[in-house]
């Protein structure tokens, strides 16, 4: 049945040869991610398991044979969409036989035992501390006896993720009162130093430029007499990685020895994500942070004379049980005094089991009030930052097709063709801004590191610009969320720009 079924299949796709015998390289897999980036990087690896029993990753889920969907506890609303996906799943599998339905992550392992009751078509409950078993327990998940072979077929795509995550700890020893995941995730594990750099390793031979480590607290790494600095060294020291990133460091594991690192190494990009999340320091105790405003305020200061280019980003949780009208204004006075360049404003959402799930909740609308005020004041900062960037040259590591990243994590999008245009303004003032960008030293310390790869400076007109290219980019406009610039071949003399232009909305780049 099996090889008259595929021996009548005729009209096989380009790269599959029609006389093929099934077999378990063409199961098709498609996952979902909610909630963080390490969530992502959990996906990844699930993927990557998969791929090397020889399954292929599909965009569309109709094709697919396996669904994966991995969650996401943090706050009610990332699990409650979560589990509305999950329950539309029922329909999806009953649509062919054989599928399977995956639920993996942190809110599968706070519920696994409601999820297993409320969607009883659930094949497999992975939860957020067993991902790293996910091969041993997925065993299951691939027999394909009873999978419908007419979804099962694709040409596998080549990974070639520019930037790519790699897992350097899980799990979090810290007790933020509001916080659910050192309860789904557990307590700290750290990989080995090799264990991580072997990963780095193989990103970067699928065409990885850019690592991005990932923990709860990343920069509370240790592993025997290796602390967080001597990770980042050492992955700077990996052949191929043009940038480093790392993310979510904790305030109190900023150690000057991390600090020096940025500012030292080439490879270390310019810009941090450092989670605030209250500008009180009645509400920081309450929360269990561990540091003080005045503390942050100062680590702050510090990171941005140590690197001058860095951008500084944040989390903040508003309407935390207990939180007055003073507190919060404590907070927005932080924002206002550290201009940080973006910022994420969270809702406090109570998760059961928590210490702070035990405090009255404020009232929901003072809390949706809050929220606005504080993300107006975030968004409006972070846009009058991005408008200061027009007109600036950036180097722009491309991702997917017209878009990328400045070292500063801005994403950018890049139009191929720069057209020469008469004007006003001079692109030397816009020049002489990026030039006045202090050069960063190679680091005097250990090993010589590489020299950070020039970007490649592209004949504008006629560039074609793909994933993995590293180009100058003239920033020609600012959105919400991003930036747009043209490629930048270093010759132009004159365009017909103006930022005033750009600001009322009228910049020739929008029309
Ligand atoms: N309610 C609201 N926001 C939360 N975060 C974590 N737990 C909660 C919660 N219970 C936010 C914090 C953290 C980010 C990942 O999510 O700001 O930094
Ligand atoms: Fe949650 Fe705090 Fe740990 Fe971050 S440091 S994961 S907020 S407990």
Not at 2 to 7: D, H, I, S, V
Not at 198 to 218: F, K, N
Not at 256 to 278: F, G, K, Y
Request: aromatic share 6%; charged share 30%.
């Amino acid at each position: 049945m099996y090889q008259l079924r595929l021996a009548a299949r005729s009209a096989s796709p380009i790269g599959r040869s029609r006389n093929r015998r099934p077999d378990i390289k063409d199961m098709k897999f498609y996952v979902r991610t909610y909630g963080c980036q390490m969530n992502v990087a959990d996906s990844n690896e699930i993927g990557r398991h998969l791929k090397a029993k020889g399954l292929v990753e599909t965009q569309d889920p109709q094709d697919a044979s396996i669904y994966l969907v991995n969650t996401c506890t943090v706050r009610q609303h990332a699990e409650d969409r979560a589990f509305s996906e999950i329950g539309r799943l029922g329909r999806w599998k009953a649509k062919r036989p054989g599928r399977k339905v995956v639920v993996s992550g942190c809110a599968a392992e706070r519920t696994k035992e409601y999820l297993e009751d409320r969607f009883p078509f659930i094949d497999l409950v992975v939860g957020a501390k067993s991902i790293e078993n996910f091969n041993e327990i997925a065993g299951r998940l691939l027999d394909r006896r009873a999978t419908d072979e007419d979804l099962d077929y694709a040409v596998p795509a080549v990974n070639e993720k520019v930037a790519a995550f790699v897992t350097s700890m899980r799990g979090c020893n810290y007790s933020c009162t509001y916080c659910i995941v050192p309860y789904v995730r557990g307590r700290e594990i750290y990989h080995s130093i090799d264990q991580i750099l072997a990963e780095v390793r193989d990103r970067v031979s699928e065409g990885a430029r850019e690592i991005t480590l990932l923990g709860q607290t990343v920069n509370s790494y240790r592993h025997g007499q290796h602390r967080f600095a001597d990770l980042l060294r050492a992955v700077a020291g990996i052949d191929g990685v043009e940038r480093i990133r790392f993310i979510s460091p904790h305030p109190y594991y900023m150690t000057d020895r991390v600090i020096e690192t940025m500012a030292t190494v080439p490879q270390v990009c310019e810009s941090l994500h450092l989670p605030v999340q209250s500008g009180s320091n009645t509400m920081l105790k309450s929360m269990m942070r561990n540091y003080t405003r005045e503390h942050y305020i100062a680590l702050a200061g510090k990171m941005r004379q140590a690197v001058p280019d860095m951008t500084l980003s944040t989390d903040i949780i508003v309407g935390f049980p207990g939180e007055t009208e003073e507190d919060f204004r404590q907070t927005l006075s932080l924002v206002e005094e550290l201009q940080f360049d973006w910022g994420f404003v969270f809702k406090y959402s109570a998760r059961e089991g928590t210490p702070a799930a035990e405090l009255e909740c404020l009232p929901q609308q003072l809390i949706e009030e809050r929220h606005q005020r504080c993300l107006e004041l975030v968004d409006r900062i972070a846009l009058k930052k991005r408008l200061d960037l027009v007109g600036t040259i950036q180097d722009v590591l491309i991702e997917e097709l017209g878009v990328g990243r400045t070292r500063t994590n801005y994403k950018v999008h890049v139009r191929r063709e720069a057209q020469a245009r008469q004007g006003a303004a001079s692109i030397n003032e816009a020049q002489a801004r990026a030039e006045r960008k202090p050069a960063r030293s190679a680091s005097p310390i250990g090993r010589s590191l590489k020299r950070r790869a020039q970007p490649q400076e592209k004949a504008a007109a006629s560039s074609n610009i793909i994933h993995g290219d590293q180009v100058r980019v003239r920033i020609t406009n600012a959105q919400r969320a991003t930036l747009e610039g043209e490629v930048y071949n270093g010759n132009l003399a004159f365009e017909n720009f103006r930022e005033e232009d750009c600001r009322a909305g009228t910049c020739p780049d929008r029309q």
